[in-house]
């Protein structure tokens, strides 16, 4: 069946360091992948859109990474601020429509 | 405009009873979006409207949940006769249709059934 997997344990990280979390899936072959962040009582919040086609793509301090061999994307945030701390969703598209299946999300804390 | 709104933003019912959630998308939006996310969970898709097409009601979990979306406008999600396990936060989102757009989410509406 498909799967979509993210750490399940809180990710702690020291100020000014690069976070990475990870999102890999099985049984999919999606035309792309979303990264959103959630903080606590709010709706996700869009981050980046990476396509099948694309390996990297980058925003300010963000990275994110898409190898379709292995299934998996790697999520980056370099010179981490405490700021940061939230909960980081994957999301893969399902079909031809803007359906998505996301991840249980990995939870950020980055301390000062 | 303004963003996605969704309301109530917290809801307390009693086991039995019927529900009605209301989403207000961002104007101009085709595409509308109901995720449910558990405690620690990620989010659960429900259902999803795309302008006139019939809308995908794959995710619903059973046949006491059902949505409806008046044209590109207002969409209502209605679970009927609640349980327990209904007790979640239940997320609207919109986008401008095309399938590879980012998703535009409300807060929310915490249900939680006694």
């Known amino acids: 069946s498909q799967k979509i997997e993210q750490n399940s344990e809180a990710l702690n990280i020291q100020e000014g360091k690069t976070a990475t979390l990870t999102c890999n899936y099985t049984n999919y072959s999606p035309a792309y992948l979303q990264w959103y962040r959630q903080d606590p009582g709010r709706g996700p919040v869009f981050l980046l859109l990476i396509r099948e086609n694309e390996k990297e793509k980058r925003k300010e301090r963000l990275k994110v990474t898409f190898d379709t061999t292995l299934k998996q994307s790697l999520f980056h945030i370099t010179a981490s601020q405490p700021a940061d701390s939230a909960t980081y969703l994957c999301?893969?598209?399902?079909?031809?429509?803007?359906?998505?299946?996301f991840g249980q999300g990995t939870t950020l804390q980055v301390k000062p | 405009g303004a963003g996605v709104s969704q309301s109530p933003s917290n809801k307390v019912t009693e086991k039995g009873k019927d529900v009605e959630l209301r989403c207000d998308p961002i104007s101009g939006h085709t595409a509308l979006y109901w995720y449910r996310q558990r405690l620690g969970q990620g989010l659960e898709f429900l259902i999803y409207?795309?302008?006139?097409?019939?809308?995908?009601k794959s995710g619903l979990p059973s046949d006491r949940f059902s949505a409806e979306r008046t044209g590109e406008s207002v969409s209502t999600l209605t679970i009927q006769r609640t349980q327990q396990e209904d007790s979640a936060v239940y997320l609207c989102?919109?986008?401008?249709?095309?399938?590879?757009?980012?998703?535009?989410f409300g807060p929310g509406t915490r249900l939680t059934v006694l």
């Open positions: 999301a893969l598209n399902s079909g031809n429509t803007g359906k998505l299946i």
């Open positions: 409207f795309q302008g006139n097409s019939a809308p995908d």
């Open positions: 989102a919109s986008s401008s249709g095309a399938a590879d757009l980012e998703q535009f």
